[in-house]
């Protein structure tokens, strides 16, 4: 009995002298040591032990800030309520059943939080091959550490602009730009603070662009007198060589042809036909050759008078000698 006793003390002293004393290895794998961080940080961790990880603790500036017990280990760090343009140590400790423990080294970041994604871009959803558009955009892209913000703009066509100077957060910015070519296109607006950090893209403004016509003359309240020539006057907008060019004298009710083609230079003399009635609801119809879509009408009633003469002199009451 004392000789299997003495046995059993033995094989538990050999037990315990060989239990497990090799720590986890660990290592933060994101982010990288020197980076530059904002927002919301996602810190992850790989660790291995030959019995098995129990747990994974993460640390920042050497406070504990999360356990993780299942694999993949990481932790999600709100860089926004940092303050801007500081840097700060990231480790994790990794412990085994045993509770051997493994330390990674330490990964130093800087914190620069970007701005808020501006708001989405407004101004035309439609408008004219050619032709500059001016746009004009709110971002309520405010920075931590209150710096003033710039802001580009993503035309949708593969063009990009400029960045602009910095304002105040949540002012306003403007910018301008011509489509060459007809389409649909989507606006996104960027944001960017004095460190450099950027924003992501706002949500798209769109606008269509097609070819089109605006007439200038007669727009509404001219008086074109019968029996004489009277300019026509319009810009295009688009690459059409030539333009229809129609009359109404009911309001637009029915039309007269004047051209059926003639060079889209914008500029038309008309002969007005004579007439002895005075229309006063006359429109003016200039519109593209093939599209029936693309045209424009005058904005507002002219008027067709009939030519009349009216005698000054003499016009009663004059007395005249004969032979002078």
Request: glycine residues 8%; proline residues 6%; aromatic residues 12%.
């Amino acid at each position: 009995m004392k000789r299997m006793f003495a046995g059993t003390i033995i094989i538990v002293l050999f037990l315990i002298g060989c239990g497990d004393k090799e720590p986890p290895e660990i290592s933060i794998t994101q982010p990288a040591s020197g980076d530059t961080v904002g927002g919301i940080v996602t810190i992850n961790a790989d660790a291995t032990d030959n019995k098995g990880v129990e747990k994974v603790e993460f640390y920042i500036d050497n406070v504990l800030v999360s356990t993780d017990q299942s694999s993949p280990y990481s932790h999600t760090w709100n860089a926004s309520a940092v303050q801007d343009n500081t840097t700060h140590n990231i480790y994790a400790k990794a412990f085994d059943k045993a509770n051997n423990e493994g330390t990674s080294e330490t990964v130093i970041v800087t914190v620069i939080n970007p701005p808020n994604i501006p708001v989405t871009p407004w101004g035309p959803s439609s408008g004219y091959q050619g032709t500059q558009y001016f746009y004009e955009f709110y971002t309520s892209a405010t920075d931590p550490a209150g710096q003033g913000v710039a802001i580009r703009f993503a035309w949708g066509d593969g063009d990009t602009s400029s960045w602009s100077s910095y304002v105040p957060s949540g002012s306003t910015v403007q910018d301008t730009h011509t489509y060459t070519t007809t389409g649909s296109y989507s606006v996104r607006a960027q944001a960017r603070d004095t460190y450099g950090a950027t924003s992501a893209w706002s949500s798209p403004h769109t606008i269509n662009i097609t070819e089109g016509i605006v007439i200038l003359r007669p727009n509404g309240n001219e008086t074109y007198l019968s029996d004489e020539y009277h300019p026509i006057h319009w810009n295009w907008y688009g690459s059409f060589g030539t333009v229809k060019i129609d009359y109404s004298t009911d309001g637009g009710t029915s039309w007269n042809t004047i051209v059926s083609a003639t060079d889209n230079d914008g500029n038309y003399a008309w002969d007005v036909a004579y007439t002895s009635t005075t229309y006063p609801n006359c429109q003016l119809r200039v519109s593209h050759p093939t599209n029936p879509n693309i045209y424009d009408i005058s904005d507002a009633n002219f008027t067709i008078a009939r030519d009349t003469i009216t005698v000054v002199m003499p016009n009663g009451g004059e007395n005249y000698i004969v032979g002078e």
